[in-house]
């Protein structure tokens, strides 16, 4: 999709934080804004947020309602032989607590959840804005995952690769 955007004539600018959205009233026929960035500004008249749990950042209006969570994701690479994850799954254990599964092609699984390890701790993930370091107490939550959950998986040997974690969004708590 990128690629043909781009070859319909869209000018992407990548690493190039927004700072502030203004309305552009040079124009009185139609509604257009003035989108100031690190590398300049621009004019459109159409602007999407596709900020997620950063919206209030350059959307005031929607402090509060509109909070970024953070939460955490592993990479599991399972290096015996495994059952197939043939689809994507969501388990939810409890009104607060779920995680999801993405196989991948290469065989791993990206597995994002943890909210047990970390729930309880608010100022640890919730209106949190940092994603560059990982959730204390969460670190260890994806060792054995797979045989914790899944039957067949019991005698596999499943490796954590990669930990992180991103901000997202939720309603106030």
């Not at 388990?91 to 196989?103: A, H, K, Q, T, V």
């Not at 699984?109 to 729930?119: E, H, L």
Request: one cysteine or more; charged letters at 25%; glycine letters at 8%.
């Amino acid at each position: 999709m990128l690629e043909l955007v781009v070859a319909r004539g869209v000018n992407l600018q990548t690493n190039t934080p927004v700072t502030s959205v203004t309305p552009d009233h040079t124009h009185s026929e139609s509604q257009s804004w003035t989108v100031n960035t690190t590398r300049g500004s621009t004019k459109s008249n159409t602007v999407i947020h596709a900020t997620n749990g950063y919206t209030s950042a350059l959307v005031p209006e929607l402090l509060g309602k509109i909070v970024p969570v953070k939460g955490m994701v592993a990479r599991l690479v399972p290096t015996t032989e495994r059952p197939e994850l043939a689809e994507s799954y969501m388990m939810r254990f409890s009104e607060y607590e779920y995680d999801y599964l993405i196989p991948r092609p290469d065989g791993s699984i990206v597995v994002g959840g943890a909210r047990r390890d970390f729930y309880r701790e608010l100022d640890s993930w919730f209106n949190v804005f940092d994603d560059g370091s990982l959730i204390k107490g969460a670190e260890n939550y994806f060792e054995g995952y797979m045989q914790r959950h899944f039957r067949g998986w019991e005698d596999c040997d499943v490796r954590t690769e990669n930990l992180w974690t991103g901000s997202e969004f939720s309603a106030p708590l």
